[in-house]
């Protein structure tokens, strides 16, 4: 599973500016999901930003390593179907966690 990560895209539209969040694995693939998405030219992106979110996944030791905000969090070991479910999990869905969930330490 490569690294997911949290883009802000910035676009130009007929009738404004508009900013998109986009999750994916580098600007350039954030890039391609915008141009999908809304049907435009690579000329109307005005800019891709990182958010400071980022999770990675260490498959031997079965747990997740999550940045936000400046912040590292590491989860416990998960069982081998938490761990695969895990693997689908958005930012939303992390941040829900790291509310909810006390299965997890701050490094």
Known sequence: M???QNYRVRI???TGVINMRVYAYSEDHAKQRVMTAEHC???AILKVEPYPFKV???R???HFTIHKDGS???TERMSPEEFMAAQYY???DWRVYLKTSQ???KL
Request: with cysteine; charged share 40%.
């Open 2 to 4: 490569q690294d997911y």
């Open 12 to 14: 130009k539209h007929d």
């Open 41 to 43: 030219p690579e000329r």
């Open 56 to 58: 990675t996944c260490n």
């Open 60 to 62: 031997s030791k079965r």
């Open 72 to 74: 590292k969090y590491r």
């Open 90 to 92: 958005d930012p939303t």
């Open 103 to 105: 299965s997890y330490t």
